[in-house]
């Protein structure tokens, strides 16, 4: 069966640091891969996804994650935090050929002024 | 993309009663999910809807407590029966749309339900 750890429940990084949210996954088979973010009292947002191909990839708000196969990781990153980047991430995998999205517990990012 | 509405986008109920969410999808979809976000907790897939058959449930929801219909191609209800202060959480539609040799998971923007 699929699975998605988010390690930590809370972030704390100040403006203008890199930060990283870290996940790890468990599927059969080659998986799809997904950050979303969700920002109070709104709706679930798309950020970036790995399907195939390059192994780093490059999604909105200036948001990266990188694949790594032998770790099962997909960590999410940013080079530059905002303040406006605080919310909660979810982490989330499909198998390949599935229709099945599992979600990770989601991690809140804080970024401090 | 697709373009998912609810109806209605927050509610407020009495424990006992029942409510019925409405998703509508822009376009017409094979799959569609409800997805039930508890406070503070992640998303948990309820059932899997195929327009023309009865919905697939997952572990620890049974269709008495969470009936789905799917009438058609880009339309779905879910209706909460009998309700407690514990079915309080956001009701997520979803749907996914083919984007080449993926299929890709589009979100409504959730109905917030309160039981009091």
């Known amino acids: 069966a699929q699975s998605v750890a988010q390690p930590e429940d809370q972030v704390n990084v100040a403006e203008g640091n890199p930060l990283t949210v870290k996940c790890t996954y468990s599927?059969?088979?080659?998986?799809?891969l997904f950050w979303y973010v969700q920002y109070p009292n709104r709706g679930l947002q798309f950020l970036l996804k790995?399907?195939?191909?390059?192994?780093l990839v490059k999604g909105s708000y200036g948001f990266e994650a990188e694949f790594n196969k032998s770790q099962t990781s997909f960590h999410l990153k940013k080079p530059s935090a905002l303040v406006s980047d605080s919310a909660l991430y979810f982490c989330a995998v499909r198998e390949t050929g599935g229709f099945k999205t599992i979600f990770g517990a989601g991690t809140r990012l804080f970024v401090k002024a | 993309s697709a373009v998912i509405s609810q109806k209605p986008s927050r509610d407020i109920c009495q424990r006992g009663t029942s409510l019925t969410i409405q998703c509508q999808v822009d376009s017409q979809v094979t799959m569609m999910f409800w997805y039930r976000q508890q406070p503070g907790q992640s998303l948990t897939l309820i059932a899997t809807?195929?327009?023309?058959?009865?919905?697939?449930?997952e572990s620890g929801f049974v269709i008495d407590k969470f009936p789905i219909s799917r009438p058609n191609l880009t339309f779905s209800t879910l209706t909460v029966s009998n309700m407690s202060p514990e079915d309080s959480s956001i009701y997520l539609c979803?749907?996914?749309?083919?984007?080449?040799?993926?299929?890709?998971?589009?979100f409504g923007p959730g109905t917030r339900l309160t039981v009091l």
């Open positions: 979803s749907v996914d749309r083919a984007s080449g040799t993926y299929n890709e998971q589009f």
């Open positions: 599927v059969s088979g080659n998986p799809y």
């Open positions: 809807a195929n327009q023309g058959s009865e919905a697939t449930y």
């Open positions: 790995y399907i195939t191909g390059d192994n």
